[in-house]
């Protein structure tokens, strides 16, 4: 079974394309989840949409992990991915908490967030009369003073951040695995974390303290630390305002409302340009070198069917004789075709493909347990998505071209995808018979030559 012969891949979305805002974002996202779509949508069929690649409803090399893979190696940007994944996580262990814990961090609107923003950026820092800044002067409360960082482990009086345990609420380094957070002050361990959270603080001109009886304050202490501070190792790709906006709403609570914004701007990047993106490269079965080599093929068959014309044509063979040469456009001009989708028509033959540089070193690797197909990319509080000191990196490098062109390969287990794959090469296939067909019919329209 295979898809309309009219099927076209995902068109390619460059991330820098999109001129839209983050109310325009949002509210495209809101039509696509209320729309309840289901069958093709801009060449992606339903069984691979990317509610069903995250949910985990796709077979390899379609799946979760293979999205993380393409985010960090190809596209470079798999922190959106870990952060949709960590606030979907933390928006439903926050959705589990009790009333009462709810209650200390009240929900958030971006109404709220963008009043303030502006409110400080029309009026700045509040006048003080003369004697009111005399008095002050010297004190925390000066014009212009900042506020010290809290040591909340030295004070005794300090209420730990209520981040609930217990085994219904997931870790956050490992969405889903059951364990709890650890609930220890700001100060007590991750000093480095909370010395980053309250730079971007103090960067966004933000003086009061957040409130550390608000559950899962040191986790959003850590999400500021690794996705939102200036420099972080995770830093998403947020206009001032958003950072400002959202480190607002962060300082007055932890309620997920308050990175809705951010969140729906995440997500807007993942369905509408990072995943098409994955799918269309997910369609290629072959790698770059495999890919030019079936190039080559398909140019080859074509001169191959080009010169078998030409020689019969000037001979004294009757017209029939040139129809043979059909075989040789037929099979290059297919080649050709599907070869430049990113398709290998021998691999798809036995619905195969190559693996991938970083999967190729995964059983050769005694001590790539660190590597398990990139399982750290999936620790929220990681660091950097750095691979350059990966050792694949050298290993493939050093790999010549001939092995490369021929390496190893394995079955594609989506049936979606393979779905794909036979409509290509069907297309590929139909394409090339009415190409040849034109030019064969050239040819024996042509008089004889009778020069042999």
């Known amino acids: 079974m295979v898809y309309s012969l009219a099927y076209r891949r995902p068109p390619h979305s ?34 691979l949409s990317f509610d069903r690649v995250i949910s985990g409803g796709t077979c390899p090399p379609c799946t979760t992990r293979d999205f993380m893979n393409y985010l960090i190696y190809i596209e470079h940007a798999a922190e959106n991915l870990q952060f949709f994944l960590w606030y979907r996580d933390y928006f439903e262990r926050f959705a589990l908490l009790p009333a009462r814990e709810k209650a200390l961090a009240p929900e958030w609107t971006i109404s709220q967030a963008e009043a303030e923003v502006l409110a400080s950026q029309a009026t700045g820092q509040k006048k003080l009369s003369p004697e009111t800044a005399a ?22 009086f300090n209420t730990p951040p209520m981040t609930p345990t217990g085994e219904n609420v997931s870790e956050v380094g490992d969405f889903g695995s059951g364990k709890s957070f650890d609930n220890s002050t700001l100060a007590s361990s991750n000093t480095p974390f909370t010395k980053k959270a309250a730079g971007a603080f103090d960067s966004a001109d933000l003086k009061w303290q ?9 986790e959003v202490a850590r999400i500021i630390a690794t996705y939102i501070a200036d420099g972080a190792p995770r830093q998403l790709n947020l206009s001032s305002r958003e950072r400002t906006a ?4 962060l300082e007055n609570t932890t309620h997920p409302s308050a990175f809705e914004h951010i969140a729906s701007t995440v997500e807007w990047s993942l369905r509408f340009q990072a995943h098409p993106n994955f799918i269309r490269w997910t369609i290629c079965n072959g790698n770059r070198p ?3 080599f079936a190039r080559g093929l398909g140019v080859g068959g074509i001169i191959g069917g080009l010169m078998a014309a030409v020689l019969i044509t000037l001979s004294g063979a009757g017209r029939g004789w040139r129809v043979l040469s059909a075989i040789g456009f037929v099979i290059g001009i297919a080649t050709l075709i599907a070869a430049w989708k990113g398709m290998c028509v021998v691999l798809h033959g036995m619905h195969h493909r190559h693996l991938r540089p970083w999967e190729l ?5 005694n001590a790539s347990s660190d590597y398990e197909l990139k399982k750290a990319s999936f620790d929220t509080l990681g660091s950097a998505n750095s691979y ?12 010549n071209i001939i092995r490369k062109v021929f390496d190893r390969e394995v079955w594609i287990q989506e049936p979606a995808l393979r779905q794909i794959q036979d409509t290509i090469f069907i297309q590929a296939v139909g394409g090339a018979l009415v190409i040849s067909a034109v030019i064969v019919g050239i040819f024996v329209a042509l008089p004889h030559g009778g020069y042999y």
């Open 14 to 47: 460059a991330s820098s394309s999109s001129s839209l805002t983050g109310e325009e974002k949002k509210k495209s996202l809101d039509e696509s989840l209320s729309s309840g779509h289901s069958g093709m949508n801009n060449g992606i069929p339903e069984a």
């Open 135 to 156: 008095m002050f002067k010297g004190t925390d409360f000066a014009l212009g003073a900042k506020s010290p960082a809290v040591e909340y482990s030295r004070n005794p």
């Open 210 to 218: 957040p409130f550390t009886v608000q559950p899962f304050r040191e």
């Open 246 to 249: 959202l480190l607002h709403a």
């Open 290 to 292: 495999r890919v030019i």
């Open 361 to 365: 070193f995964a059983e050769d690797d």
């Open 388 to 399: 350059e000191d990966e050792p694949w990196i050298a290993k493939y490098e050093k790999r």
